[in-house]
Nanobody, 120 residues
């Protein structure tokens, strides 16, 4: 069994910063990719950022230059540093983990999400 837990969300004023964390735990042999998605009210979930192998960080255009994604392999943790936040960044932020279990199976897991609200 694998658990994925996000943390770090909250209420912040426009221009402020937040750092989200996502930890994967359980029957994990290796992690192939850790990613962040966002779902704004009334909208579909959208991709924000991902890290696969070291040096492979990728961010979507709308957050490039404001958000940074990083990964601590030893801790099975991915971070999303969010700076210069805007009201349109408001939404539920979800972590997605693609991994191989100790049984050799490839699996895809989602966390429950953490809410980010940016006030104007």
């Amino acid at each position: 069994q694998v658990h994925v837990v996000e943390s770090g969300g909250g209420l912040v004023r426009a221009g402020g910063s937040l750092r989200l964390s996502c930890v994967a735990s359980g029957s994990i042999f290796s992690i192939d990719r850790m990613a962040w998605y966002r779902q704004a009210p009334g909208k579909q979930r959208e991709f924000l950022a991902a890290v696969a192998s070291p040096g492979s960080a990728r961010l979507t255009n709308s957050v490039e230059g404001r958000f940074t994604v990083s990964r601590d392999n030893a801790k099975n943790t991915v971070y999303l540093q969010m700076n210069s936040l805007k009201p349109e960044d408001t939404g539920a932020y979800y972590c997605n983990v693609q991994l191989k279990t100790r049984q050799g199976l490839s699996r895809d897991y989602w966390g429950q999400g953490t809410q980010v609200t940016v006030s104007s």
